[in-house]
């Protein structure tokens, strides 16, 4: 069985730094194809993908924010870690990680598993 | 940057058939993936690869593609079905990952 779960902050002061850390179990992020992903949703708004880590440590951001995003993978204990710089009021959202799956080299992977989601709020 | 379109809202009433459309420039080399969303939930995978369905979703949903365009629909609409359904690809490079605007689906 599959399952994910996002851990962090609930609240956190515009310019300070956000960490999520997405815990998952029923699968491994050592597996070929594999990767983990964190989406975020703004109240009332679309869903947002944010950055991927494979299963090779390969790395991908979204290209109007990967200035203020790291990702990382502790294979060991089964977590995703994700950074987030300089926090804005305009990022509260709900910040979802997702299990991704990879089809071919140059086709879009997908998000087969999500996690309950977190909410983060940026206020002062 | 790469954008996908669909429609904010779609309503039809329960047995009727909705389809939800999804315009990209690059969908006619691109997969696209449609996930439901309910009030307070996580989105749930729906369709992938275009027209493939995961296991345990009903038959009723499917999906197509054609040019530009992808089509979910929902044929049979039950109350259940309400909820906000996005679409998922990529741009040509396949390595940015886009979703649409979502579309409301309302059972009357």
Do not use: H
């Not at chain 1, 194809?33 to 989406?39: D, L, Q, R, Y």
């Not at chain 2, 969303?37 to 027209?51: E, T």
């Not at chain 2, 009903?58 to 054609?66: L, N, Q, T, V």
């Amino acid at each position: 069985q599959v399952t994910l779960r996002e851990s962090g902050p609930a609240l956190v002061k515009p310019t300070q730094t956000l960490t999520l850390t997405c815990t998952f179990s029923g699968f491994s992020l050592s597996t070929s194809g594999m990767c983990v992903s964190w989406i975020r949703q703004p109240p009332g708004k679309a869903l947002e993908w944010l950055a991927l880590i494979d299963w090779d440590d390969d790395k991908y951001y979204s290209t109007s924010l990967k200035t203020r995003l790291t990702i990382s993978k502790d294979t060991s204990k089964n977590q995703v870690v994700l950074t987030m710089t300089n926090m804005d009021p305009v990022d509260t959202a709900t910040y979802y990680c997702a299990r991704t799956l990879v089809v071919t080299a140059q086709q879009p992977v997908y998000f087969d598993y999500w996690g309950q989601g977190t909410l983060v709020t940026v206020s002062s | 940057s790469y954008e996908l379109t669909q429609p904010p809202s779609v309503s039809v009433s329960p047995g009727q058939t909705a389809r939800i459309t999804c315009s990209g420039d690059a969908l006619p080399k691109q997969y696209a993936y449609w996930y439901q969303q309910k009030p307070g939930q996580a989105p749930v995978l729906v369709i992938y690869k275009d027209s493939e369905r995961p296991s345990g979703i009903p038959e009723r949903f499917s999906g197509s593609s054609s040019g530009t365009t992808v089509t979910l629909t929902i044929s049979g609409v039950q109350a259940e079905d309400e909820a906000d359904y996005y679409c998922q690809s990529a741009d040509s490079s396949g390595t940015s990952v886009v979703f649409g605007g979502g579309t409301k689906l309302t059972v009357l």
